[in-house]
């Protein structure tokens, strides 16, 4: 069985595993394309802060908890909503390309998947930041919120008027939310330990950040996760060579780290019911 087990678990791997180069213009392309595109909402001031005013409403007609309540928490002290403005302004895009990276290397049969649901979640998200531009609850007087990174830093955002690097009205939905909830799933099923789900603080933690810096609403961050629970839906994993899908579980221990000893278990004029489990792995 090791025999069978580790050609075959290195060929799924290989096919798995597309060609580095074109994967670095491809994960380029989508940025790039995602930032001009981000482009083309700009000028819609009015309209953006009339969806503000709409979204504000709908949170408090249907009760949910008001984004002040957190940024209250994290104005407790200086030196925490400047952690929280730091994380906001420096975790997003190297949490998300470190685990890109990490499973490209490392989980190979997971990482098309992956990258798949991030550029699917990514294009629907510029669709919405095109036709629904949103300003965020830190620029309407209306919320009573402050803009934490202006005050106490550090921002990524300039003023409205000069800032031509980035699209402000595009509060939703929040892919600092959506990539983060993405990389925590994607995580829990590609790794094996006890304690993977502990993964999941890391949205936690964006969604307080996101929230108590005055950078989205709460219908923010659910839009995000609705849209990222359909693009799962729709894109399933690829298959190996061999036509079997390669499960979206944690990944199971191989013949060569768990076997060994498990062999012994199994008689051997019993074989054939074990070689047939085994080889669906």
Known sequence: ??????????????????????????VVGL????KFGRQLATGHTAEAFRNADRVWDLERAVHLPGEGSVQNLLLHGDTLIHLANTYYATVHFPATAAFLIWLYLRRPAHYVWARRVLAAVTAAALVVHLTFPLAPPRMPAATGLIDTGQ?????????????????????MPSLHFGWALMVAIGLIVATRSRWRLLWLLHPLLTLLVIV????????????????????????????SSGGTPISLRSPQRTVTTAGRGAEKLVPAARDEDAVVVGAGR
């Not at 940025?31 to 995602?34: A, G, N, Q």
């Open 31 to 34: 940025f790039l394309v995602y």
């Open 1 to 26: 069985m090791n025999g069978r087990t580790e050609p075959a678990q290195a060929e799924t791997d290989a096919i798995a595993r597309p060609p580095l180069v074109r994967e670095l213009l491809l």
């Open 151 to 171: 005050v106490y830093g550090p921002s990524v955002y300039g003023s409205p008027e000069t800032d031509h690097l980035s699209n402000q009205f595009a509060a």
């Open 212 to 239: 108590g810096t005055a950078n989205h609403y709460w219908l923010d961050a659910i839009v995000a996760t609705a849209m990222l629970g359909l693009a799962l839906a729709v894109i399933r994993p690829q298959t």
